[in-house]
């Protein structure tokens, strides 16, 4: 097949384009990730609602980059409105059931059960099977007060490998004893995802350091 100076001319520029977007979209995702682990993210949400931006990535993507930005910044009525405009999203398959998830841990850790809910429903009906059964957990043991798992968990708690894996054991089982009102188990699990909690932060802390 013979090209046309103009053809070629316009093949080239065409991939010159796609180059410089896809080098401009890595260096804005990195610099936003940079500013949320700098803690700067009233700077990271003005960088989302620059010209640039929204020429550089789709409504959904960037209302999600936001939605990330709100909860770095524990801004819990900024990070509801993100909710409730992504829920409300055209989006894909795999970008519904990540938000509908998240959204879900969200509800239940603010104790907005009567949101959690229909998200549960969608969660047991779509999700894999582990995050179903990990939603399914934490409804039973927030919303019901359930304390039937604690035996199951302190031998998990003995095994996990990470403190992220500890830290989320130590506090699902500090909760069940608090819904079985016996108060010093309580403190000691608490204590024990304190400590947990401090082994990430370090971990974090070294990582970012060598980077």
């Known amino acids: ?7 070629i001319a316009l093949i080239a520029a065409a991939a010159a384009y796609f180059i410089v977007e896809q080098l401009m979209r890595s260096t804005r995702l990195n610099k936003f990730a940079l500013l949320l682990r700098d803690g700067r993210c009233d700077e990271a949400l003005e960088l989302l609602d620059k010209p640039s ?11 999600y980059m936001k939605l990330n930005a709100y909860l770095v910044k524990d801004d819990v009525e ?3 409105r993100q909710f409730d405009v992504l ?3 055209r989006s894909s398959k795999n970008q519904r059931s990540e938000v509908v998830v998240k959204a879900y ?3 239940m850790e603010h104790e907005r059960y009567k949101d959690a809910k229909p998200l549960l429903d969608e ?9 179903a059964k990990e939603s399914r957990l934490m409804w039973e043991i927030f919303a019901e007060n359930d304390s039937s ?3 199951e968990m302190e031998q998990q708690f003995k095994e996990a490998k990470s403190p992220q894996q500890r830290m989320r054991l130590a506090l699902l089982i500090a909760t069940q004893y608090e819904n079985a009102h016996k108060k010093s188990k309580v403190a000691e699990w608490r204590d024990k995802a304190n400590t947990a909690a401090s082994e990430l932060q370090d971990m974090v802390r070294r990582s970012s350091e060598k980077k």
């Open 1 to 7: 097949m013979q090209f046309n100076p103009v053809t």
């Open 87 to 89: 829920l409300t999203m």
């Open 123 to 131: 969660i047991e009906k779509t999700a894999d099977k582990g995050v």
């Open 149 to 151: 798992h604690i035996t």
């Open 53 to 63: 931006s929204k020429w550089l990535y789709p409504p959904f993507n960037r209302e």
């Open 78 to 80: 900024g990070a509801s």
């Open 105 to 107: 841990r969200f509800y």
